[in-house]
Protein backbone atom coordinates (compact mmCIF):
# COMPACT_ATOMS: atom_id res chain seq x y z
CA UNK A 1 0.00 0.00 0.00
CA UNK A 2 1.30 3.56 -0.98
CA UNK A 3 1.78 6.05 1.72
CA UNK A 4 -1.50 7.56 2.81
CA UNK A 5 -1.85 10.69 0.68
CA UNK A 6 -1.11 13.68 2.33
CA UNK A 7 -3.37 16.12 0.60
CA UNK A 8 -6.12 15.10 2.35
CA UNK A 9 -6.60 12.70 5.78
CA UNK A 10 -9.07 11.85 8.52
CA UNK A 11 -12.90 12.77 8.33
CA UNK A 12 -11.93 15.26 5.19
CA UNK A 13 -10.09 13.58 3.85
CA UNK A 14 -10.34 9.84 1.52
CA UNK A 15 -13.18 7.72 2.84
CA UNK A 16 -13.75 3.67 1.88
CA UNK A 17 -16.57 2.02 2.93
CA UNK A 18 -15.08 -1.48 4.24
CA UNK A 19 -19.08 -3.05 3.54
CA UNK A 20 -21.41 -1.85 1.02
CA UNK A 21 -23.73 -3.99 -1.33
CA UNK A 22 -24.89 -4.46 -4.56
CA UNK A 23 -28.41 -5.67 -5.60
CA UNK A 24 -28.64 -8.49 -7.32
CA UNK A 25 -31.38 -9.22 -10.46
CA UNK A 26 -34.03 -11.25 -8.97
CA UNK A 27 -33.95 -13.45 -11.87
CA UNK A 28 -30.23 -13.99 -12.20
CA UNK A 29 -29.82 -17.54 -11.16
CA UNK A 30 -33.31 -18.41 -12.58
CA UNK A 31 -32.04 -17.28 -15.92
CA UNK A 32 -28.73 -18.37 -15.92
CA UNK A 33 -27.80 -21.30 -14.11
CA UNK A 34 -27.09 -24.47 -16.01
CA UNK A 35 -30.04 -26.44 -17.08
CA UNK A 36 -30.39 -29.45 -14.89
CA UNK A 37 -30.00 -26.82 -12.05
CA UNK A 38 -33.06 -24.81 -13.57
CA UNK A 39 -35.75 -25.88 -11.77
CA UNK A 40 -34.47 -25.52 -7.95
CA UNK A 41 -32.52 -22.01 -9.04
CA UNK A 42 -33.93 -19.59 -6.77
CA UNK A 43 -36.31 -16.98 -7.73
CA UNK A 44 -36.48 -13.48 -6.06
CA UNK A 45 -40.01 -11.56 -6.23
CA UNK A 46 -39.30 -8.08 -8.23
CA UNK A 47 -39.04 -4.92 -6.20
CA UNK A 48 -39.15 -1.72 -7.05
CA UNK A 49 -36.10 0.78 -7.10
CA UNK A 50 -36.83 2.77 -3.27
CA UNK A 51 -38.51 -0.38 -1.58
CA UNK A 52 -36.78 -3.18 0.45
CA UNK A 53 -32.81 -3.36 0.33
CA UNK A 54 -32.62 -1.67 -3.05
CA UNK A 55 -33.34 2.03 -1.85
CA UNK A 56 -30.94 3.90 -4.67
CA UNK A 57 -30.26 3.12 -7.94
CA UNK A 58 -26.42 2.45 -7.83
CA UNK A 59 -27.08 -0.92 -6.19
CA UNK A 60 -27.64 -2.40 -9.85
CA UNK A 61 -26.03 0.13 -12.17
CA UNK A 62 -22.48 1.19 -11.09
CA UNK A 63 -22.25 4.47 -13.04
CA UNK A 64 -25.49 5.70 -10.80
CA UNK A 65 -23.33 4.32 -7.65
CA UNK A 66 -20.48 6.31 -8.42
CA UNK A 67 -22.96 9.54 -8.22
CA UNK A 68 -23.95 8.30 -4.99
CA UNK A 69 -20.69 7.36 -3.27
CA UNK A 70 -19.72 11.38 -4.09
CA UNK A 71 -22.59 12.20 -2.79
CA UNK A 72 -22.28 10.51 0.50
CA UNK A 73 -18.46 11.88 0.15
CA UNK A 74 -17.28 8.23 -0.21
CA UNK A 75 -13.88 7.18 -2.77
CA UNK A 76 -14.39 3.43 -2.64
CA UNK A 77 -16.60 0.68 -1.41
CA UNK A 78 -15.64 -2.96 -0.82
CA UNK A 79 -18.94 -4.67 -2.34
CA UNK A 80 -20.57 -7.83 -1.08
CA UNK A 81 -24.17 -9.07 -2.47
CA UNK A 82 -27.22 -8.94 -1.47
CA UNK A 83 -29.66 -11.37 -2.11
CA UNK A 84 -26.72 -13.62 -2.54
CA UNK A 85 -26.25 -14.00 1.07
CA UNK A 86 -29.29 -17.03 2.04
CA UNK A 87 -27.74 -18.95 -1.15
CA UNK A 88 -25.17 -20.10 1.91
CA UNK A 89 -27.30 -22.05 3.40
CA UNK A 90 -28.00 -24.47 0.09
CA UNK A 91 -27.53 -27.95 0.99
CA UNK A 92 -26.79 -28.87 -2.70
CA UNK A 93 -23.04 -27.54 -3.61
CA UNK A 94 -23.27 -28.11 -7.55
CA UNK A 95 -26.26 -25.94 -7.46
CA UNK A 96 -24.27 -23.18 -4.61
CA UNK A 97 -21.52 -23.36 -7.00
CA UNK A 98 -23.30 -22.55 -9.69
CA UNK A 99 -24.89 -19.48 -8.73
CA UNK A 100 -21.72 -18.13 -6.89
CA UNK A 101 -20.18 -18.32 -10.21
CA UNK A 102 -23.49 -16.44 -11.91
CA UNK A 103 -22.89 -13.66 -9.31
CA UNK A 104 -19.48 -13.24 -9.55
CA UNK A 105 -19.37 -13.05 -13.22
CA UNK A 106 -22.02 -10.27 -13.11
CA UNK A 107 -20.26 -8.16 -9.94
CA UNK A 108 -16.75 -9.16 -12.47
CA UNK A 109 -19.06 -6.64 -15.02
CA UNK A 110 -20.43 -4.70 -12.31
CA UNK A 111 -16.78 -3.11 -10.69
CA UNK A 112 -15.11 -2.74 -14.71
CA UNK A 113 -16.94 0.54 -14.74
CA UNK A 114 -14.39 1.58 -12.07
CA UNK A 115 -12.04 -1.17 -10.36
CA UNK A 116 -10.23 1.19 -8.36
CA UNK A 117 -12.96 2.33 -6.69
CA UNK A 118 -15.65 -0.51 -6.72
CA UNK A 119 -13.70 -3.44 -4.59
CA UNK A 120 -15.53 -6.46 -5.77
CA UNK A 121 -15.86 -9.60 -2.91
CA UNK A 122 -16.25 -12.60 -5.07
CA UNK A 123 -18.23 -15.29 -3.75
CA UNK A 124 -16.78 -18.70 -2.91
CA UNK A 125 -18.77 -22.13 -2.06
CA UNK A 126 -16.26 -23.92 0.01
CA UNK A 127 -18.26 -27.59 -0.28
CA UNK A 128 -15.56 -28.57 -2.74
CA UNK A 129 -12.38 -27.34 -1.92
CA UNK A 130 -10.53 -28.13 -5.26
CA UNK A 131 -13.60 -26.05 -7.02
CA UNK A 132 -13.19 -23.12 -4.49
CA UNK A 133 -9.52 -22.42 -4.77
CA UNK A 134 -10.15 -22.74 -8.98
CA UNK A 135 -12.71 -19.86 -8.23
CA UNK A 136 -10.68 -17.79 -5.59
CA UNK A 137 -7.80 -17.85 -8.30
CA UNK A 138 -10.72 -17.14 -11.57
CA UNK A 139 -11.79 -13.85 -9.46
CA UNK A 140 -8.55 -13.12 -8.31
CA UNK A 141 -7.40 -12.69 -12.22
CA UNK A 142 -10.62 -10.85 -13.32
CA UNK A 143 -10.14 -8.31 -10.98
CA UNK A 144 -11.85 -9.19 -8.12
CA UNK A 145 -10.49 -9.43 -4.47
CA UNK A 146 -10.83 -11.25 -1.60
CA UNK A 147 -13.17 -13.69 -0.40
CA UNK A 148 -16.50 -14.17 1.18
CA UNK A 149 -17.42 -17.84 2.27
CA UNK A 150 -19.97 -18.90 5.26
CA UNK A 151 -19.76 -17.51 8.89
CA UNK A 152 -22.11 -20.40 10.11
CA UNK A 153 -20.29 -23.37 7.98
CA UNK A 154 -22.37 -26.35 7.30
CA UNK A 155 -22.31 -28.67 10.93
CA UNK A 156 -20.39 -31.12 8.78
CA UNK A 157 -17.43 -29.00 7.93
CA UNK A 158 -16.68 -26.96 10.87
CA UNK A 159 -14.04 -23.86 10.51
CA UNK A 160 -11.43 -26.00 12.54
CA UNK A 161 -11.27 -29.10 10.52
CA UNK A 162 -8.82 -29.94 7.49
CA UNK A 163 -11.86 -30.07 4.97
CA UNK A 164 -10.41 -26.04 4.49
CA UNK A 165 -6.17 -26.39 4.37
CA UNK A 166 -6.05 -26.21 0.72
CA UNK A 167 -8.74 -23.19 0.53
CA UNK A 168 -6.92 -21.25 3.56
CA UNK A 169 -3.44 -21.84 1.75
CA UNK A 170 -4.91 -20.93 -1.51
CA UNK A 171 -6.16 -17.37 0.15
CA UNK A 172 -2.90 -16.75 2.25
CA UNK A 173 -0.99 -17.12 -1.33
CA UNK A 174 -3.02 -14.86 -3.52
CA UNK A 175 -3.41 -12.43 -0.26
CA UNK A 176 -7.39 -12.71 -0.50
CA UNK A 177 -8.63 -11.67 2.77
CA UNK A 178 -11.37 -14.16 3.71
CA UNK A 179 -14.72 -12.82 4.55
CA UNK A 180 -17.68 -13.82 6.84
CA UNK A 181 -20.76 -12.04 6.92
CA UNK A 182 -23.86 -11.83 8.88
CA UNK A 183 -26.85 -14.05 7.59
CA UNK A 184 -24.20 -16.56 5.66
CA UNK A 185 -24.43 -20.29 6.32
CA UNK A 186 -26.28 -22.37 8.51
CA UNK A 187 -27.64 -20.90 11.89
CA UNK A 188 -30.52 -18.64 13.11
CA UNK A 189 -31.06 -16.97 10.10
CA UNK A 190 -31.87 -20.26 8.00
CA UNK A 191 -35.48 -20.64 10.33
CA UNK A 192 -38.21 -17.73 10.36
CA UNK A 193 -37.68 -15.97 13.68
CA UNK A 194 -40.95 -14.35 14.99
CA UNK A 195 -42.05 -11.94 17.79
CA UNK A 196 -38.93 -11.10 20.50
CA UNK A 197 -37.30 -14.50 19.28
CA UNK A 198 -35.74 -11.97 16.48
CA UNK A 199 -34.66 -9.66 18.59
CA UNK A 200 -32.37 -13.01 20.25
CA UNK A 201 -31.25 -13.22 16.22
CA UNK A 202 -30.34 -9.75 15.38
CA UNK A 203 -28.00 -9.61 18.61
CA UNK A 204 -27.06 -12.30 21.06
CA UNK A 205 -27.21 -15.35 17.95
CA UNK A 206 -25.80 -12.88 15.49
CA UNK A 207 -22.66 -12.43 17.70
CA UNK A 208 -22.34 -15.92 18.62
CA UNK A 209 -22.20 -17.23 15.24
CA UNK A 210 -18.79 -14.79 14.75
CA UNK A 211 -17.24 -15.53 18.04
CA UNK A 212 -17.49 -19.23 17.31
CA UNK A 213 -16.13 -18.74 14.10
CA UNK A 214 -13.25 -16.60 15.14
CA UNK A 215 -12.68 -19.13 18.21
CA UNK A 216 -12.00 -22.06 15.84
CA UNK A 217 -9.67 -20.46 13.41
CA UNK A 218 -7.45 -19.25 16.66
CA UNK A 219 -7.81 -21.96 19.26
CA UNK A 220 -7.61 -25.08 16.78
CA UNK A 221 -4.55 -23.11 15.49
CA UNK A 222 -6.13 -22.46 11.66
CA UNK A 223 -4.53 -18.72 12.00
CA UNK A 224 -0.90 -20.20 13.76
CA UNK A 225 -0.56 -22.85 10.89
CA UNK A 226 -1.52 -20.06 7.65
CA UNK A 227 0.49 -16.72 9.52
CA UNK A 228 -0.46 -14.49 6.17
CA UNK A 229 -4.05 -15.75 6.35
CA UNK A 230 -6.31 -12.79 6.88
CA UNK A 231 -10.37 -12.82 8.11
CA UNK A 232 -12.43 -9.77 7.57
CA UNK A 233 -15.98 -10.06 10.03
CA UNK A 234 -18.58 -8.33 7.91
CA UNK A 235 -21.49 -6.72 9.73
CA UNK A 236 -21.00 -7.86 13.23
CA UNK A 237 -20.36 -4.38 14.26
CA UNK A 238 -17.22 -4.57 16.23
CA UNK A 239 -17.44 -3.12 19.73
CA UNK A 240 -17.76 -6.04 21.48
CA UNK A 241 -14.63 -8.04 20.30
CA UNK A 242 -12.35 -6.52 22.85
CA UNK A 243 -13.93 -7.72 25.61
CA UNK A 244 -14.12 -10.94 24.12
CA UNK A 245 -10.98 -11.21 22.68
CA UNK A 246 -9.47 -10.12 26.15
CA UNK A 247 -11.06 -13.33 27.97
CA UNK A 248 -9.76 -15.29 25.41
CA UNK A 249 -6.28 -14.34 26.64
CA UNK A 250 -7.31 -14.53 30.42
CA UNK A 251 -7.96 -18.44 29.90
CA UNK A 252 -5.44 -18.96 27.47
CA UNK A 253 -3.05 -17.89 29.90
CA UNK A 254 -4.64 -19.82 32.72
CA UNK A 255 -5.51 -23.39 31.80
CA UNK A 256 -3.19 -23.61 28.70
CA UNK A 257 -0.43 -25.59 31.12
CA UNK A 258 -2.79 -28.22 31.79
CA UNK A 259 -5.46 -28.23 28.83
CA UNK A 260 -2.58 -26.92 26.15
CA UNK A 261 -4.62 -25.67 22.50
CA UNK A 262 -2.53 -26.12 18.84
CA UNK A 263 -0.97 -22.60 18.84
CA UNK A 264 1.32 -20.87 20.96
CA UNK A 265 0.34 -16.84 20.68
CA UNK A 266 -1.79 -15.57 22.80
CA UNK A 267 -5.20 -15.07 20.80
CA UNK A 268 -4.83 -11.24 21.15
CA UNK A 269 -1.79 -11.49 19.13
CA UNK A 270 -3.78 -13.56 16.30
CA UNK A 271 -6.40 -10.81 16.26
CA UNK A 272 -3.75 -8.15 15.99
CA UNK A 273 -1.93 -9.54 13.10
CA UNK A 274 -4.73 -11.52 11.03
CA UNK A 275 -8.69 -10.15 11.77
CA UNK A 276 -10.21 -7.01 10.78
CA UNK A 277 -14.18 -6.24 11.02
CA UNK A 278 -16.43 -3.56 9.92
CA UNK A 279 -18.63 -1.30 11.84
CA UNK A 280 -21.43 1.32 10.92
CA UNK A 281 -23.43 1.89 13.50
CA UNK A 282 -21.72 1.15 16.98
CA UNK A 283 -20.59 4.12 18.84
CA UNK A 284 -19.13 2.02 21.37
CA UNK A 285 -16.20 1.12 19.23
CA UNK A 286 -15.59 4.54 18.11
CA UNK A 287 -15.05 4.97 21.98
CA UNK A 288 -12.99 1.46 22.12
CA UNK A 289 -11.13 2.90 19.11
CA UNK A 290 -9.50 5.21 21.70
CA UNK A 291 -7.61 2.69 23.16
CA UNK A 292 -8.28 -0.44 20.53
CA UNK A 293 -8.65 -1.49 17.45
CA UNK A 294 -7.02 1.35 15.24
CA UNK A 295 -5.05 -1.09 12.65
CA UNK A 296 -7.77 -3.85 12.36
CA UNK A 297 -11.29 -1.91 12.79
CA UNK A 298 -12.82 -0.51 8.94
CA UNK A 299 -15.67 1.79 8.98
CA UNK A 300 -18.68 1.27 6.35
CA UNK A 301 -21.41 2.53 5.01
CA UNK A 302 -23.77 -0.89 4.46
CA UNK A 303 -24.95 1.17 1.35
CA UNK A 304 -28.58 1.19 -0.35
CA UNK A 305 -29.78 -1.04 2.28
CA UNK A 306 -32.46 0.79 4.66
CA UNK A 307 -30.05 0.81 7.55
CA UNK A 308 -27.40 2.76 5.77
CA UNK A 309 -25.57 6.05 6.82
CA UNK A 310 -26.20 7.37 3.42
CA UNK A 311 -26.30 10.16 2.62
CA UNK A 312 -25.21 11.21 5.68
CA UNK A 313 -22.15 9.00 6.31
CA UNK A 314 -19.66 12.19 6.79
CA UNK A 315 -22.51 13.59 9.65
CA UNK A 316 -22.13 10.15 11.61
CA UNK A 317 -18.58 9.68 11.06
CA UNK A 318 -18.22 12.93 12.98
CA UNK A 319 -20.33 12.12 15.59
CA UNK A 320 -18.68 8.52 16.57
CA UNK A 321 -15.22 9.13 15.12
CA UNK A 322 -14.47 13.22 15.52
CA UNK A 323 -13.29 12.83 18.74
CA UNK A 324 -10.30 10.59 17.58
CA UNK A 325 -6.71 11.55 16.61
CA UNK A 326 -6.05 12.08 12.63
CA UNK A 327 -3.63 9.18 12.55
CA UNK A 328 -6.77 6.81 13.75
CA UNK A 329 -9.51 8.41 11.88
CA UNK A 330 -7.36 7.81 8.67
CA UNK A 331 -6.24 4.18 9.49
CA UNK A 332 -10.56 3.41 10.25
CA UNK A 333 -11.73 5.71 6.75
CA UNK A 334 -9.32 4.19 4.71
CA UNK A 335 -5.85 2.92 5.62
CA UNK A 336 -6.53 0.20 7.09
CA UNK A 337 -8.84 -1.20 3.64
CA UNK A 338 -6.13 -0.14 1.47
CA UNK A 339 -3.80 -2.50 3.61
CA UNK A 340 -6.29 -5.54 3.60
CA UNK A 341 -7.58 -4.93 0.17
CA UNK A 342 -3.92 -4.10 -1.58
CA UNK A 343 -5.14 -0.76 -2.85
CA UNK A 344 -2.79 2.18 -3.31
CA UNK A 345 -4.83 5.35 -1.76
CA UNK A 346 -2.82 8.10 -3.70
CA UNK A 347 -4.42 6.72 -6.86
CA UNK A 348 -8.11 7.28 -5.51
CA UNK A 349 -9.94 10.74 -5.52
CA UNK A 350 -10.19 13.15 -2.73
CA UNK A 351 -13.67 11.26 -2.26
CA UNK A 352 -15.83 14.17 -0.62
CA UNK A 353 -16.96 16.56 -2.86
CA UNK A 354 -17.04 20.35 -1.49
CA UNK A 355 -20.92 20.37 -1.78
CA UNK A 356 -21.09 17.42 0.41
CA UNK A 357 -19.20 18.40 2.93
CA UNK A 358 -21.13 21.47 2.77
CA UNK A 359 -24.47 19.94 3.18
CA UNK A 360 -23.27 17.49 5.91
CA UNK A 361 -21.49 19.59 8.13
CA UNK A 362 -24.83 21.69 8.31
CA UNK A 363 -26.64 19.12 9.08
CA UNK A 364 -23.87 17.79 11.84
CA UNK A 365 -24.19 21.78 13.12
CA UNK A 366 -28.22 21.54 12.85
Known amino acids: MAA ?40 FPPHKLGEGFQRREGGQDPNARIKEMEVDGLAAEVLYPTLLLGLYALEDAGLQEACFRLYNDWLIEYCSVARNRLIGIPAISVYDVDNAVKELE ?26 YDKFWAAAQDLDAPVS ?37 FIFYGVLERYPKLKLVSVENESGWLPFVVQQWDYYFRRFRGENPPPFTKDPSEHVRDQVFSCFFNDSVCGRNLEWWGKDNVMWSNDFPHANSTWPNSIKVIRRDLGHLPLETQ ?37
Open 4 to 43: ADTRSRGIDGIIISADSHVMEPVDLWKKGVPEKYRETAPL
Open 180 to 216: MHILTGHSYHSKERKGVERYRGSVNLKLADVANALFD
Open 330 to 366: TKVLAANACKVYGLDMSALPAGISTAAQAAQGAQAAA
Open 138 to 163: RCRNAGLRGALIWQAPHPDLPFHSRH
